[in-house]
């Protein structure tokens, strides 16, 4: 399962990158992954976004967050 959830944020997190998206940091647990970026989630991945909430929005099975002050 870790296996899985760490494919999944390498994938996010080479997109995120080519879109010149700064990650300020990654976790990954059991219960799946979490990666906090510096500004809000680029408006071409929003069609790939599959739940949005408060937690933020879960991106190919990877929650993006980002600082909302």
Request: proline share 4%; charged share 15%; aromatic share 8%.
């Given at each position: 399962?870790?296996?899985?959830?760490?494919?999944?944020?390498?994938?996010i997190?080479?997109?995120?990158?080519?879109?010149?998206i700064?990650?300020?940091a990654?976790?990954?647990?059991?219960?799946?992954?979490q990666?906090?970026?510096?500004?809000?989630?680029?408006?071409?991945?929003?069609?790939?976004?599959?739940?949005?909430?408060?937690?933020?929005?879960?991106?190919?099975?990877?929650?993006?967050?980002?600082?909302?002050?």
């Amino acid at each position: 399962m870790m296996q899985i959830i760490m494919s999944q944020v390498a994938g996010i997190t080479k997109t995120l990158e080519m879109l010149d998206i700064r990650i300020v940091a990654i976790r990954a647990n059991a219960d799946g992954a979490q990666i906090k970026i510096d500004q809000p989630l680029p408006a071409e991945l929003y069609q790939y976004v599959e739940v949005q909430s408060e937690a933020g929005h879960n991106l190919w099975g990877v929650w993006i967050t980002w600082p909302t002050d």
